[in-house]
Structure formats: structure tokens, C-alpha cells
């Protein structure tokens, strides 16, 4: 009938605006767009399903490849001609250099890195107040002081490569965040265990940005276990100001966040203090909570504008 003509007339309006958005990212966007079209007529469920699983944010790295190299080979037995532009398309779409598989690597070199360098650390402290204790009693000889500075500058020159790698573990994590929440699906259970244990300041704070950024893009896949719940509610009460900030995002996705809010402003509100060392961590909890559960929020409005104008801005103005 009529409806199915209009419907299938915006249709294609919509393939044709699609193809030209694809088309004009790629080195001939006339001849891919007509390639894409053509591509379109081809009807292979398995091809596309083959296409589906090379961007899949749950394939892993070898389904990825794998799919990758099968979509090509049928593409080339349909259409040869589609080949060239559906290698740079599915090596743009491919998941292949960042994938599900290298969340659990990245927390585990940090993680490991890390506690190396605190152990390291530790042990050059020992080592150099036993030189200290030596040099008070006798002076040591040319050798022996050689010897060390080298060890030293070998030490110097290991940490500093773990710094950086650390940063680009760091780095590369926080990008995932951002662009790829979709890829922490399969690790929500290990992002929240380590906010369980004894685990590095800046690991915590990727694990938790992970989540808030999870949670926000997934909010109905957001965990809800009453044992992340407390954890969560500790680094918005405890942490830092960026691991306030992330925790209070994961609060505000759970099913009872108008709950959990009342608890924590009735925890942070009447402890406003500028001589608190929690001061911007709970700021930053406040902020979230305006945004997440703004009535709960409108509630102690007025003691936390009161406390901002007078006990912040006022006092440092005027100091």
C-alpha cells in the first residue's frame, strides 16, 4: 500500500545518505559509492554477519581476524571488483589492534609494573641507608662507589622505561573508556574486583572512569550488587577527587541512586569544611548528584551554596 511505498522511499533515502557518508571517507568516494551500492543488492546474511563480528566490541582477537579474512574471501567469489574497497573498509571497522582481549593485558601490566616498582623502590631505600650507615663508619672505595652509581643509573633507566609504559597502559585504557565502553562488557566483574584490592591509585581510578563510562553509555547493564555498591560508596566518600567523581557516575545508574545520594549528603553536607582533605572529592560527588538526582540535590541546596559562597569564595577573597 501506500505506507509500505513511503516506507520503503525512506529507506532508501536513509541507504543512500549512508553510503555517501562511507563513500566520502575513502580514496574514490564516486566508485565506493557505487561499489556500496552494488554491495547492497549482494543479500548474503553470512557476509554481513562476517562484517558484523569484524567490529564487534565482544569478538575477541582471533574471531575478529578470522571473520576479517572470511568476509574478504567471499566478497572476492561475489563481486571481485568490491575487493579493493572492502579491504580498507573492513581494516578501518576490524577490531583488531583494540579489542576485548587487551583490557585484562593492559590492568595486568600496570598492576604488575607497579607493585615491581614499589618493591624496587623499597629495596633502594634499604640499600641506600645501609650505604649511609657504611660511609658514617668507613669511606668506600673508588670500585665500590662505581659499581653502585652504575647499579643506580641501571635502576633509573628500568623505572623510567616502566613509567612509560605504565602512562601508555594508562593512557591507552582512559581512550578506551572514551570511545569504546562497549569493550568492558565482558570485565565488569574484574573492574569492579579491584576496587576490592590492595590495587594501585591510578588502576583504581582507570577501573572506575571504565565503569562510569560503561554505565553511563549502558545504564540498564550497570552492576547492582550491594558488595560494588559499598566499594563504590567508599571512593566517593574516601578517594580522590577523579575517583569521587567516577564512583558517584556508577551511584547514579543503580536502580536505588535516590537512596544512596540521601546517604551520602547526609555523610558529606554537614562535614563541608575548606580544612577537610576530602574537600574536592566531595565537591565533585555534590556536582554528580546535581546532575544524576537534582531533587535530592535541591534538598541541602541551600547549606551547600551557603557553604560554597561564604566558607570558599568569600573567605578566599577576602583572606
Same mark, same amino acid.
Given at each position: 500500500?501506500?505506507?509500505? !511505498?513511503?516506507?520503503?522511499?525512506?529507506?532508501?533515502? +536513509?541507504?543512500?545518505?549512508?553510503?555517501? !557518508?562511507?563513500?566520502?571517507?575513502?580514496?574514490?568516494?564516486?566508485?565506493?559509492?557505487?561499489?556500496?551500492?552494488?554491495?547492497?543488492?549482494?543479500?548474503?546474511?553470512?557476509?554481513?554477519?562476517?562484517?558484523?563480528?569484524?567490529?564487534?566490541?565482544?569478538?575477541?582477537?582471533?574471531?575478529?581476524?578470522?571473520?576479517?579474512?572470511?568476509?574478504?574471501?567471499?566478497?572476492?567469489?561475489?563481486?571481485?571488483?568490491?575487493?579493493?574497497?572492502?579491504?580498507?573498509?573492513?581494516?578501518?571497522?576490524?577490531?583488531?589492534?583494540?579489542?576485548?582481549?587487551?583490557?585484562?593485558?593492559?590492568?595486568?601490566?600496570?598492576?604488575?609494573?607497579?607493585?615491581?616498582?614499589?618493591?624496587?623502590?623499597?629495596?633502594?631505600?634499604?640499600?641506600?641507608?645501609?650505604?649511609?650507615?657504611?660511609?658514617?663508619?668507613?669511606?668506600?672505595?673508588?670500585?665500590?662507589?662505581?659499581?653502585?652509581?652504575?647499579?643506580?643509573?641501571?635502576?633509573?633507566?628500568?623505572?623510567?622505561?616502566?613509567?612509560?609504559?605504565?602512562?601508555?597502559?594508562?593512557?591507552?585504557?582512559?581512550?578506551?573508556?572514551? !570511545?569504546?565502553?562497549?569493550?568492558? !562488557?565482558?570485565?565488569?566483574?574484574?573492574?569492579?574486583?579491584?576496587?576490592?584490592?590492595?590495587?594501585?591509585?591510578?588502576?583504581?581510578?582507570?577501573?572506575?572512569?571504565?565503569?562510569?563510562?560503561?554505565?553511563?553509555?549502558?545504564?540498564?547493564?550497570?552492576?547492582?550488587?550491594?558488595?560494588?555498591?559499598?566499594?563504590?560508596?567508599?571512593?566517593?566518600?574516601?578517594?580522590?577527587?577523579?575517583?569521587?567523581?567516577?564512583?558517584?557516575?556508577?551511584?547514579?545508574?543503580?536502580?536505588?541512586?535516590?537512596?544512596?545520594?540521601?546517604?551520602?549528603?547526609?555523610?558529606?553536607?554537614?562535614?563541608?569544611?575548606?580544612?577537610?582533605?576530602?574537600?574536592?572529592?566531595?565537591?565533585?560527588? +555534590?556536582?554528580?548528584?546535581?546532575?544524576?538526582?537534582?531533587?535530592?540535590?535541591?534538598?541541602?541546596?541551600?547549606?551547600?551554596?551557603?557553604?560554597?559562597?561564604?566558607? +570558599?569564595?568569600?573567605?578566599?577573597?577576602?583572606?
Amino acid at each position: 500500500g501506500d505506507e509500505g !511505498r513511503e516506507n520503503n522511499e525512506q529507506f532508501s533515502i +536513509l541507504l543512500e545518505q549512508l553510503i555517501k !557518508r562511507i563513500a566520502n571517507k575513502l580514496p574514490d568516494p564516486q566508485k565506493s559509492a557505487n561499489q556500496l551500492s552494488n554491495f547492497t543488492k549482494i543479500g548474503d546474511p553470512q557476509l554481513y554477519k562476517l562484517i558484523k563480528d569484524c567490529m564487534d566490541s565482544q569478538s575477541d582477537y582471533k574471531t575478529v581476524k578470522k571473520s576479517q579474512k572470511e568476509a574478504l574471501k567471499k566478497i572476492e567469489q561475489v563481486s571481485s571488483s568490491l575487493y579493493e574497497t572492502f579491504l580498507i573498509i573492513l581494516r578501518r571497522i576490524s577490531l583488531t589492534i583494540i579489542n576485548k582481549d587487551l583490557i585484562p593485558l593492559l590492568m595486568h601490566k600496570m598492576n604488575t609494573i607497579m607493585s615491581i616498582d614499589s618493591i624496587s623502590q623499597t629495596n633502594e631505600n634499604k640499600s641506600t641507608n645501609e650505604n649511609n650507615d657504611k660511609d658514617s663508619v668507613s669511606q668506600n672505595n673508588n670500585s665500590e662507589s662505581t659499581s653502585q652509581n652504575n647499579k643506580n643509573n641501571e635502576n633509573e633507566s628500568i623505572n623510567q622505561q616502566n613509567s612509560n609504559m605504565v602512562k601508555a597502559a594508562h593512557d591507552l585504557l582512559k581512550e578506551i573508556s572514551l !570511545r569504546f565502553p562497549a569493550l568492558y !562488557r565482558s570485565h565488569i566483574g574484574e573492574l569492579t574486583q579491584l576496587l576490592a584490592e590492595d590495587a594501585n591509585e591510578l588502576l583504581i581510578e582507570d577501573s572506575l572512569e571504565a565503569l562510569s563510562q560503561f554505565s553511563k553509555k549502558y545504564p540498564n547493564e550497570t552492576p547492582q550488587d550491594s558488595i560494588c555498591k559499598r566499594r563504590l560508596i567508599k571512593y566517593a566518600l574516601e578517594g580522590s577527587q577523579q575517583q569521587a567523581k567516577y564512583a558517584a557516575i556508577v551511584l547514579g545508574q543503580m536502580h536505588d541512586k535516590y537512596q544512596i545520594f540521601t546517604g551520602l549528603l547526609r555523610k558529606i553536607v554537614p562535614n563541608l569544611s575548606h580544612d577537610s582533605p576530602n574537600l574536592l572529592s566531595h565537591l565533585s560527588v +555534590l556536582s554528580e548528584l546535581a546532575l544524576y538526582s537534582s531533587s535530592k540535590y535541591e534538598e541541602e541546596s541551600e547549606a551547600i551554596t551557603e557553604f560554597i559562597i561564604k566558607e +570558599l569564595i568569600y573567605t578566599n577573597r577576602y583572606q
